[in-house]
C-alpha cells in the first residue's frame, strides 16, 4: 500500500488553466506538506498543514491554494497556470513531533505549454 | 540562517565507497537525514542520525556527525549501480519548522 500517494503523475496543461493535484496519506500523521523542486532538482517548502489547519505559507504566488479537507488529505489548486510553474510537486507528510521523519510522495510532473 | 551545503556531483566505480558530504549552520539542528531520490521517483527516507550521536551504520551505509564543524557524511559501502541516485541531505530544526534541504549530490556509478 502507497504510504503517500499524490495524483496525477503527469500533468502537461497550457498556461492560463487551473489545475489541480491530490494527495493522501494513509500514516495516520497529521501534518502535511507541498515541496516544489525545480529543473535544477532544489527542493523548497512551499506550505504546510497541520491537522487540517495552514502551519507554514513561504512566499508563494496567491495563485497557489492549498486546501485540506482532512488530516489524511491535503490538495493543491493553482490558477491561471504560467510557464515558470513547471516542476515537480512533492506531497508529504510527517508525525509533528521533534524529528519529524517525513514521508513523500513519488511526486507530480507538471509542464506548463 | 538556515542553510544546508551539498556539492552537486560525485562519480565513482562498482565496489568503491562513495562518500557524500553535507554542511550546514544551524547548530540548533535536532536530526539530520539522508534522503535519496531515484531517475523519476519520489524522496525516500535513507537514514537519519540524532544531532547528539556521532555515528550510525545501517548495513551499507554509514552516518558520521561532527557537530563541532556541523558537517555530515553519508558513506556508501561497496557501491552499486543500483546506489545511482541524487542523495539529498536535510536538516531538522526545533521548533515547527519544515525540514531544510540541501541541493542535493548526484552520484553516479560506474560499472
Known amino acids: 500500500d502507497t504510504a503517500v500517494s499524490q495524483t496525477p503523475k503527469y500533468l502537461v496543461t497550457q498556461m492560463g488553466n487551473d489545475k489541480s493535484i491530490k494527495c493522501e496519506q494513509n500514516?495516520?500523521?497529521?501534518?502535511m506538506y507541498w515541496y516544489k523542486q525545480d529543473s535544477k532538482k532544489f527542493l523548497k517548502i512551499m506550505f504546510s498543514?497541520?491537522?487540517?489547519?495552514?502551519?507554514i505559507n513561504e512566499t508563494v504566488p496567491n495563485r497557489f491554494s492549498p486546501k485540506s479537507p482532512d488530516k489524511a488529505h491535503l490538495n493543491l489548486h493553482i490558477n491561471s497556470l504560467e510557464l515558470g510553474d513547471s516542476a515537480v510537486y512533492f506531497c508529504?507528510?510527517?508525525?509533528?513531533?521533534?524529528?519529524?521523519?517525513?514521508?513523500f510522495g513519488e511526486g507530480s510532473w507538471l509542464t506548463v505549454v | 540562517g538556515e542553510d544546508v551545503e551539498q556539492s552537486l556531483f560525485l562519480s565513482v566505480r562498482e565496489g568503491d565507497s562513495s562518500v557524500i558530504n553535507c554542511t550546514y549552520t544551524?547548530?540548533?539542528?535536532?536530526?539530520l537525514y539522508w534522503y535519496k531520490q531515484e531517475p523519476g521517483a519520489g524522496l525516500q527516507l535513507l537514514t537519519y542520525?540524532?544531532?547528539?550521536?556521532d555515528m550510525k551504520q545501517d548495513q551499507r551505509l554509514t552516518v558520521l556527525l561532527n557537530k563541532k564543524d556541523k558537517h555530515l557524511s553519508l558513506r556508501i559501502a561497496d557501491t552499486q549501480t543500483g546506489d545511482s541516485a541524487i542523495y539529498f541531505c536535510?536538516?531538522?530544526?526545533?521548533?515547527?519548522?519544515?525540514?531544510?534541504f540541501g541541493k542535493g549530490t548526484r552520484l553516479s556509478v560506474i560499472a
Open positions: 500514516l495516520g500523521h497529521d501534518t
Open positions: 542520525i540524532f544531532s547528539n550521536m
Open positions: 536535510a536538516e531538522s530544526l526545533p521548533g515547527n519548522t519544515p525540514l531544510v
Open positions: 544551524d547548530s540548533s539542528s535536532t536530526y
Open positions: 498543514y497541520n491537522n487540517k489547519e495552514l502551519i
Open positions: 508529504a507528510s510527517s508525525l509533528q513531533q521533534p524529528g519529524n521523519t517525513i514521508y
